[in-house]
């Protein structure tokens, strides 16, 4: 299965890389060589993606032996389950592997031989012969595919060289949508048989190229994308709708952008689209063509959205024991909601609504396993488990798995996967979910996007879902498909490697989670052991007035702020020589992900603090924006409307010093910022200073009207520390600067925590705090006030001057907050 028409074409890109066709045949011959004289009937491969693992492949074919493809990702239990079973004579790994290879080695009763790609040197690897011969026993078993385990334990799938060969035909001659002057992007795992058809074999035999992605991290495969011509990717659902949701997310902000996306849905011209949406086109490299989506079904809405930009997203249906594909879309003939046509020479058929298929690509059976293979194969045809329907074109509806339906107790079917395409899609904010049948009631497990609800500003989680996804998902399904609970929850749920959830575990799963004394004991047990959780728990623990968990967020559950999450990156940088931006940090799930990625990458270990005396001594140029008019005007004409829609009243407004000085309010309501400069006097007020977030300042209109009204645009999510470092500089200038501490509205009219962001500024600056008490504007507008309450009593009294002296920034917060509280508190 090589196409030998020309031996210098490349066949393999990775990284700097370039291997052609020579050299790759060269490197199988040279790894088959290692044990032609051995006698070897299985080859297993534990390695992650690499050119060395297509030639260990190839090269168990060349010596006549089954190749057995293990999840380099496993447990070493699971590792070790898959050599027992099949017992495969070598192995194959890669440096990285190597020691998780010997721990599950260990666990069997029996020792096969390793052999290590990097621990070879270049002769032993490399022979003079480039030829190709292929495999002749088509009835053969040419792979074991160990299944991922949606449903229990892993079976061992025998696929034989016609098995490979029905799907490599197929869309190679039937339909030819592979040729030879095509770029492959290899970026799933080889160990499932989708990528190994789809990136491997079939690119392969039509003589193309295959671009191996160092990783499947979106960095390293959005620079894969760039630097080379891609035509073509294989991937599952789940990437194409992150891609999608990414995508979107930018052009729903462009009027414009999405004025466009609407016509060009209606013209549904592919290079209308190309023309129009050039820049994503350039982005995704400039040549990609196809998407292929498989490993789960895909949603007709991202569907319809690739279409609409004007690229090929065929979707194919099938499974492991079908070599997988039982079906494909034809490019061109494309009806949303199916996964296309049966592949060529497959029969598909139907018992009490269950697909069965029968064709040259059906597997031999599992091995041994002859009866769960009877329980599967009766008669040539394989039951599939799904429940569907083929329309009069031949197209095939799948509706639910056999097995996943959930049967509610008043006898409902539910297809849990229906549900959960919906609520992935109702918000950005959804990063996956999984629905399951819990206590008796529909229950929503929802992992979020972390990332979304910090840009959004979003720190009530329970009241964000079930007011702007689960209200809005219920009011769009018939009643018997509503969410009656929902669980948010901070780690991934249980998937195979293709992201199809494990739904036998979802029940487990849930009840860990709504058990938290067992889980958090289980995870401080474990934590604890790590000296580098120890030390970043300490650091975190030095900036907040709580004990730190493993399980906590560092956002939604220590509520830390921009400067403490600078501090936190620099603390991480310095000490364990590991780099996180602020998007990467606030990705992390909890406390222990986060300490995993720095144990998987730190460069040492040591303990130093921040400096931030010498931080905010760095000089930066800010350039102020121009006090216009406007900013008075806006304020007198609030100071009047506030005047006669309220009973307001400014108490000790003269306490205002000359000079630099941060004025520090407690946040009540939408209105404050214009509350509290309602009684700052008109030349004061020129050289007062608010901040904003870019993205609450992104249109042309609205950076025009902050660069006229003193509001200072900080970009805290791309450059934190250059953000602080102006703030710091409007200081040095005289200026004043209003600063919220809380960071956030309060949720019940009481003072929430203040961040320390102003405590660092005003202690490491020797600049003076201001507080401002309001009371009353909570009652005037709470959250979620759509309008102001006429008549309320607001005040909004200034405190007297507080100077920061030497105390810690913890203190400094600690004590401005409880000022302003008591002001609050008896009102």
């Not at 407004?653 to 404050?672: L, T, W």
């Not at 500089?729 to 501490?741: M, S, T």
């Not at 003072?751 to 005003?762: E, P």
């Amino acid at each position: 299965m090589i196409k030998l028409n020309n031996l210098e074409r490349n066949a393999i890109v990775y990284r700097d890389e370039t291997i052609s066709y020579r050299q790759m045949l060269k490197n199988i011959h040279g790894m088959a060589d290692l044990f032609s004289g051995e006698t070897v009937q299985r080859v297993g491969i534990f390695s992650e993606n690499r050119p060395e693992w297509i030639y260990a492949f190839y090269a168990s074919w060349r010596n006549q032996a089954t190749a057995v493809p293990i999840d380099f990702m496993s447990t070493p239990s699971d590792v070790a389950y898959v050599l027992d079973d099949c017992r495969p004579e070598v192995v194959f790994t890669s440096s990285e592997m190597k020691a998780a290879l010997l721990e599950s080695i260990a666990k069997t009763d029996y020792t096969p031989r390793v052999i290590v790609f990097d621990e070879l040197d270049i002769e032993t690897r490399v022979s003079d012969r480039d030829d190709w011969i292929e495999p002749d026993r088509e009835d053969d078993t040419a792979v074991i595919i160990y299944t991922s385990g949606t449903t229990g334990s892993p079976k061992g799938v025998m696929l034989s060289y016609t098995n490979l060969e029905a799907n490599v035909w197929g869309v190679t001659e039937g339909v030819v949508i592979y040729k030879e002057d095509m770029q492959t992007l290899l970026l799933l795992p080889l160990h499932h048989i989708f990528p190994l058809g789809g990136s491997m074999l079939i690119p392969l035999a039509s003589g193309g190229t295959i671009i191996v992605a160092p990783s499947m991290q979106p960095n390293d495969m959005m620079e894969t994308l760039k630097n080379n011509q891609v035509n073509l990717i294989i991937g599952v659902p789940r990437l194409y709708e992150i891609m999608y949701k990414g995508i979107m997310g930018k052009m729903e902000k462009s009027k414009i952008a999405m004025f466009l996306y609407r016509i060009a849905s209606k013209i549904g011209s592919k290079s209308f689209s190309k023309k129009v949406f050039k820049k994503v086109h350039t982005n995704l490299g400039g040549h990609l063509t196809y998407l292929i989506a498989g490993g789960a079904a895909l949603s007709s809405e991202v569907c319809d959205f690739w279409r609409t930009m004007g690229f090929e997203i065929l979707e194919g249906y099938g499974m492991t024991e079908a070599a997988p594909m039982i079906t494909f879309t034809r490019p061109g003939s494309i009806v949303i909601g199916s996964p296309g046509q049966a592949l060529q020479g497959v029969e598909i058929d139907f018992k009490n609504g269950e697909i069965m298929a029968k064709g040259r690509n059906v597997m031999k059976g599992y091995f041994n396993r002859p009866e769960e293979t009877a329980d599967v194969l009766k008669d040539g045809w394989l039951y599939t488990g799904d429940i569907g329907h083929l329309d009069d074109k031949g197209y095939l509806f799948i509706t639910g798995r056999k097995k996943e339906i959930i049967v509610t107790p008043n006898g409902k079917n539910i297809n849990p996967v229906e549900l959960e395409s919906k609520l992935d899609l109702i918000s950005e904010g959804v990063k996956e979910s999984g629905v399951t049948l819990y206590q008796d009631q529909l229950h929503a497990i929802v992992v979020p996007d972390y990332n979304f609800l910090s840009k959004n500003g979003i720190k009530d989680l329970d009241t964000y879902f079930k007011e702007e996804v689960f209200s809005k998902y219920n009011d769009s399904v018939a009643s018997y498909k509503r969410i009656v609970k929902f669980t948010i929850v901070n780690k991934e749920l249980p998937r195979t490697r293709l992201s199809k959830i494990q739904r036998f575990k979802l029940e487990e799963f849930l009840a860990a989670v709504e058990s938290p004394k067992i889980s958090k004991n289980s995870s401080n047990k474990e934590a604890a052991m790590s000296k580098e959780y120890e030390a970043v728990k300490e650091f975190i623990e030095a900036q907040v007035d709580m004990e730190v968990q493993p399980e906590h967020h560092i956002e939604f559950d220590i509520a830390l702020d921009s400067l403490a999450k600078l501090n936190l990156i620099d603390f991480i940088e310095k000490n364990f020589g590991v780099k996180i931006d602020e998007d990467r940090l606030l990705k992390f799930p909890s406390i222990s992900k986060m300490v995993d990625h720095i144990k998987e990458n730190k460069l040492f270990h040591k303990v130093e603090n921040i400096n931030w005396s010498q931080t905010l001594k760095e000089r930066v140029n800010v350039t102020l924006p121009r006090t216009w008019p406007t900013t008075n005007w806006i304020r007198l004409i609030s100071k009047l409307f506030f005047k006669f829609y309220f009973r307001l009243k400014g108490i000790n407004r003269d306490v205002m010093p000359e000079g630099a000085c941060i004025i520090a309010p407690n946040h009540q309501s939408f209105i404050d910022g214009l509350l509290v400069t309602s009684y700052i006097h008109s030349k004061t007020m020129n050289d007062t200073y608010f901040y904003a977030k870019k993205e609450h300042i992104n249109n042309r209109f609205l950076r025009g009207l902050a660069d006229r009204n003193n509001v200072i645009v900080m970009d805290l999510h791309k450059d934190l520390k250059e953000s602080i470092q102006k703030m710091a500089e409007v200081l040095r200038q005289g200026k004043k600067l209003i600063v919220f501490p809380e960071g956030t509205r309060t949720h019940d009219g009481n003072v929430g925590t203040f961040k320390q962001t102003f405590a660092i500024l005003s202690r490491e600056l020797n600049i003076p705090i201001l507080p401002v008490a309001i009371s009353g504007a909570y009652e005037a507008m709470p959250r979620g006030a759509k309008f102001l309450k006429p008549f309320k009593k607001i005040d909004v009294e200034f405190m007297d001057l507080y100077y920061p002296g030497q105390k810690e920034p913890k203190q400094i917060a600690r004590e401005v907050r409880d000022l302003i509280a008591s002001k609050v508190d008896k009102k």
